[in-house]
């Protein structure tokens, strides 16, 4: 009986971090897909820089991992701006704009790859951080480490104030204008291109935040990167692009999938049925389940 | 076509099947070349298959490598465990790889555009998983080495093992015959029905030509090329992993086609030549040949969407006198 509830409660501490982070991510490919039709393909590289950025900010400096993290989602500011800049808004009136994106950021993608795999990679192949918050608190019989405990609830607080903001918030109403109908959005003055340059910025930075959070919580190699792409793509897919709520969902249910498969098989396993709830949605319903 | 094109059409088919079969001899006796010029043979056919469906049919299939991958793992299993001859085995591991391409992707081809490119991913990322975790067959990331070179057996002269320059002259025809087999594709009227259905497939279909028909010949005869070369890159290079057929190799024979020019014969090859020598090349640069590989897919995308031969192409009609060019695909994208 203690071996299940040890089990059971493994499972929903694993399956609400790794959903909540993989939610956020998520949530911030669907911002930039919704607004800009921009599927970022590089969005696990995104993700793999914010935490390898943590780590040598940690492991390099000797800096504490929440300020670590902390400085990194803030260089993410700038770093999207750039490329924004110099490539993302040249194909805004594109109009196939969704296959072009995706060869570019696929080719982005490639570039993050090799600068990690002949930088890091020749350092070591496996990256973990020190607790950001040493010690454990019990819940009943299970340990659970208090750095993620922090993790989870900075998830769900930027998840939280995530839909706040695109709610009620007027840029961020501006935004789901934008995702519902650009041309209406345009007329009613919504700025089109600032709506799209600040989805960008908005998304990449949410996306960082997911990865230092990620690296925070778990060790992690190189690897993680391809599969959180997918995973990203799948949940959106599934969820409906550009609609965060079904990012949160889907990406909640992935989360619980692969806490649950992890516990009985390989958790390729998980990855799979992603990969096959993705295809099947892709065939039947592409607009996805919380689309309306 | 256009007389006055046929001369300088057919010297230069001419001159480059020369060029081709004379260049594994030329550098026979430096192995490090002729094992690029192999390589590179290997990307020519590759590039063929990949075009007919990425430069005529405007679907890019990112699932090309792991077909590629079919291909070679069902022809290294016959060869290495069942003992079948090398030439029964490759044309039985294109024909799987061309089964699977068409079953996997004969839901995936009522997509359109994004959506079919990102289902071609996520089959591509299915079967690098399989790859990985299935390895009875593939030995899993370990990879499968010592793979035999294919044996020849000669009237007369008795059997011997396919090395050296002859390997290089094989490949050499393989991708003449492939470019061979895309250009008479695309010249038929099949072929003018694939690029209708690239440019306007709702109006091809309403002049009632059965669309998902002509893109399954299309994807069958891609995975079938696909497969193919990569039963010949196993037995080549005598090492296959799952990395070879990574969503990345795929990425990169798309990023030679569009190089060298999209729905164009010469272009993919163009682009293959060209950049499949780099990473062997430049040796100390292998590291960076991701980086190098990713950085030309984001500029050929953002300032040469036709390719290096699609955009020299019009300009060579213009000045051969010849009748105004046919469209050549890239600046609308797919």
């Not at chain 1, 291109?193 to 190189?222: C, H, N, P, W």
């Not at chain 1, 609609?243 to 909640?252: D, N, Q, R, Y």
């Not at chain 2, 990345?248 to 293959?272: C, D, E, H, K, Y």
């Amino acid at each position: 009986m203690d071996a299940l509830l040890l089990i059971g409660l493994s499972v929903v501490t694993t399956g609400l971090i790794t959903g909540a982070i993989f939610a956020l991510v998520a949530a911030g490919v669907t911002i930039v897909y919704g607004a800009i039709w921009l599927p970022n393909a590089a969005n696990g590289q995104f993700f793999m820089l914010g935490g390898l950025l943590v780590w040598s900010l940690v492991t390099g400096w000797g800096m504490s991992p929440l300020l670590a993290a902390a400085l990194v989602v803030a260089a993410s500011v700038p770093f999207a701006l750039v490329l924004e800049k110099g490539l993302i808004r040249y194909f805004y009136d594109v109009p196939d704009r969704n296959i072009v994106y995706l060869v570019v950021t696929l080719g982005l993608a490639q570039i993050f790859a090799g600068i990690f795999s002949s930088t890091y990679g020749r350092w070591t192949d496996n990256y973990s951080l020190p607790a950001a918050w040493p010690g454990i608190v019990m819940i009943g019989p299970f340990p659970f480490p208090k750095t993620r405990l922090l993790v989870l609830s900075i998830a769900l607080g930027l998840l939280a104030g995530l839909f706040v903001f695109l709610r009620l918030h007027r840029v961020g109403r501006a935004l789901r204008a934008v995702f519902q109908n650009r041309e209406a959005a345009a007329l009613r003055g919504v700025n089109v291109r600032g709506i799209y340059r600040f989805a960008f910025v908005l998304g990449t930075l949410v996306v960082f935040a997911g990865g230092t959070l990620f690296a925070m919580a778990y060790s992690f190699d190189l690897t993680a990167a391809w599969s959180m792409a997918i995973v990203a793509f799948a949940i959106m897919i599934v969820g409906g692009p550009g609609s965060v709520l079904g990012s949160v969902v889907i990406g909640l249910v992935f989360g619980f999938t692969q806490a649950i498969v992890s516990v009985f098989a390989n958790p390729t396993i998980a990855t799979f049925s992603y990969l096959v709830a993705m295809l099947v949605i892709l065939l039947v319903k592409p607009s996805g389940l919380f689309t309306r | 076509m256009t007389d006055r094109l046929r001369v300088p059409r057919v010297a230069g088919v001419v001159l480059l099947v020369a060029l081709a079969l004379a260049l594994p001899v030329a550098v026979a006796d430096r192995r490090f070349y002729a094992f690029i010029v192999g390589i590179t043979f290997l990307h020519v056919l590759w590039t063929a298959g990949m075009n007919l469906l990425s430069g005529f049919t405007g679907l890019i299939p990112l699932m090309y490598a792991g077909l590629a991958g079919i291909g070679a793992y069902v022809t290294v299993n016959l060869v290495m465990s069942a003992g079948v001859s090398f030439w029964l085995a490759m044309p039985l591991g294109a024909v799987a790889a061309a089964v699977v391409g068409v079953v996997l992707g004969l839901p995936a081809l009522r997509l359109r555009g994004f959506y079919f490119t990102l289902s071609s991913l996520v089959i591509q990322s299915a079967l690098t998983l399989l790859f990985v975790y299935f390895p009875r067959f593939t030995q899993g990331d370990t990879g499968i080495s010592q793979i035999p070179a294919p044996t020849v057996t000669l009237p007369g002269l008795g059997t011997a093992a396919l090395t050296g320059v002859w390997f290089e002259e094989t490949l050499a025809v393989a991708a003449m015959l492939a470019v061979l087999v895309v250009w008479r594709v695309t010249r038929s009227r099949w072929g003018a029905y694939l690029v209708a259905i690239r440019e306007d497939d709702v109006l091809t279909e309403a002049l009632g030509i059965d669309v998902t028909r002509f893109r399954v010949i299309a994807f069958f005869i891609s995975s079938l090329l696909a497969g193919m070369g990569g039963a010949f890159y196993a037995h080549y290079v005598a090492f296959v992993s799952p990395r070879s057929f990574d969503v990345l190799t795929s990425l990169n024979i798309w990023l030679m086609v569009a190089f060298g020019g999209r729905g164009t014969i010469a272009g993919p090859i163009v682009g293959a030549v060209i950049l499949a020598p780099i990473p062997y090349l430049l040796q100390d640069l292998y590291l960076y040949k991701d980086i190098i590989y990713g950085v030309l897919i984001v500029l050929v995308t953002v300032f040469l969407p036709a390719g290096v031969w699609g955009s020299l192409l019009p300009r060579l009609r213009a000045r051969l006198g010849a009748a105004a060019p046919a469209r050549v695909p890239g600046k609308e994208f797919v």
